[in-house]
């Protein structure tokens, strides 16, 4: 499919326009708390989506298969926020060896709300990246393995492997910090 150019005159939008317009009203929230659910931090996580929104619409000519826009967009959102975990993690390394003055508390506070969900979110921060991402696919958006896989670009064993691990980890941290974040109450 390819995109077409809007006319001079008429001013009209491109399929371009019109496709990712439905894919932002259709798929932003989830797209975000996907992004807030790896980064850690609302307003990052709204610049991640509507960058992979923004890039999603410039390649949109490209696409072989417009209906898998959204797994493309969704591939995007989990790299861009890999960038923006590997971008922080240069500035923490940078930030620790100057004198550190008081930090503020996260942008994401209000957004996250209870303290439960804050432990949760807590506790999945401390399982590796994949792990993380797999289990935040899975149980968040409610994705297949295939899904997963596809948007990861990893295969559906790994998949497995990395939803079964991360799970195994998971429950003790959980555990520990009460028994109300084990059940979904």
Same mark, same amino acid.
């Given at each position: %499919?390819?995109?077409? *150019?809007?006319?001079?005159?008429?001013?009209?939008?491109? @399929?371009?326009?019109?496709?990712?317009?439905?894919?932002?009203?259709?798929?932003?929230?989830?797209?975000?708390?996907?992004?807030?659910?790896?980064?850690?931090?609302?307003? %990052?996580?709204? !610049?991640?989506?509507?960058?992979?929104?923004?890039?999603?619409?410039?390649?949109?000519?490209?696409?072989? @298969?417009? !209906?898998?826009?959204?797994?493309? +967009?969704?591939?995007?959102?989990?790299?861009?926020?890999?960038?923006?975990? #590997?971008?922080?993690?240069?500035?923490? *390394?940078?930030?620790?060896?100057?004198?550190?003055? $008081?930090?503020?508390?996260?942008?994401?506070?209000?957004?996250?709300? @209870?303290?439960?969900?804050? %432990?949760?979110? @807590?506790?999945?921060?401390? =399982?590796?990246?994949?792990?993380? !991402?797999?289990?935040?696919? *899975?149980?968040?958006?409610? +994705?297949?393995?295939? $899904?997963?896989? !596809?948007? =990861?670009?990893? /295969?559906?064993?790994?998949?497995? /492997?990395?939803?079964?691990?991360?799970?195994?980890?998971? #429950?003790?941290?959980?555990?520990?910090?009460?028994?109300? =974040?084990?059940?979904?109450?």
């Amino acid at each position: %499919m390819t995109e077409t *150019r809007p006319d001079a005159q008429s001013g009209g939008p491109t @399929d371009a326009d019109a496709a990712v317009e439905a894919l932002y009203l259709a798929h932003w929230d989830r797209l975000v708390r996907l992004s807030v659910l790896l980064v850690h931090d609302q307003g %990052m996580a709204e !610049e991640i989506v509507q960058d992979a929104l923004v890039a999603v619409h410039q390649r949109w000519d490209r696409l072989t @298969d417009p !209906e898998k826009a959204l797994a493309y +967009l969704r591939q995007a959102v989990v790299n861009r926020s890999r960038s923006a975990l #590997r971008h922080r993690g240069v500035v923490t *390394r940078y930030l620790a060896r100057q004198q550190a003055p $008081e930090t503020a508390p996260g942008a994401d506070r209000p957004v996250l709300g @209870d303290s439960r969900r804050r %432990m949760v979110l @807590d506790a999945l921060q401390q =399982l590796p990246r994949r792990q993380r !991402e797999v289990l935040a696919l *899975r149980y968040y958006l409610d +994705l297949s393995e295939a $899904e997963i896989a !596809e948007t =990861l670009g990893i /295969s559906r064993g790994a998949v497995k /492997s990395h939803a079964s691990r991360g799970a195994a980890t998971l #429950r003790p941290i959980l555990e520990q910090l009460g028994p109300d =974040l084990r059940t979904d109450s």
